[in-house]
Nanobody, 126 residues
């Protein structure tokens, strides 16, 4: 099995930056695709970004393009989501996810992923 633990969430002012981390442990060699999802209060979980284990292929949700950057450090089994120009609507619980599946049309769906972290709260407020 794979365990994922998010960290780095907190309170940030609009326009600020924050970097989230997700450390993976267990059978990490089985992971091909890593992803971030977020769940605003009272709303469904939505796709944020996905990346292949090589880090060469990435995909972002439309509202995240140009503001969020997804990277992975395989040596540390850790993925990072660097967020800039944060907006109040970015407030959500952010979850990291992983799967052995590659990039398909299902990668934006929560059902595509086998492993999930517990989530870390990001609050954007002035």
């Amino acid at each position: 099995q794979v365990q994922l633990v998010e960290s780095g969430g907190g309170l940030v002012q609009p326009g600020g930056s924050l970097r989230l981390s997700c450390a993976a442990s267990g059978h990490t060699s089985s992971i091909y695709t890593m992803a971030w999802f977020r769940q605003p209060p009272g709303k469904d979980r939505e796709f944020v970004a996905a990346i292949t284990r090589s880090g060469e292929t990435t995909m972002y949700g439309n509202s995240m393009k140009g503001r969020f950057s997804f990277s992975i450090d395989n040596a540390k089994n850790t993925q990072y989501l660097q967020m800039h120009s944060l907006k109040p609507e970015d407030t959500a619980i952010y979850y990291c996810a992983a799967t052995g599946n590659g990039f398909t049309n299902l990668l934006v769906s929560v059902k595509h992923y086998d492993y999930w972290g517990q989530g870390t709260q990001v609050t954007v407020s002035s």
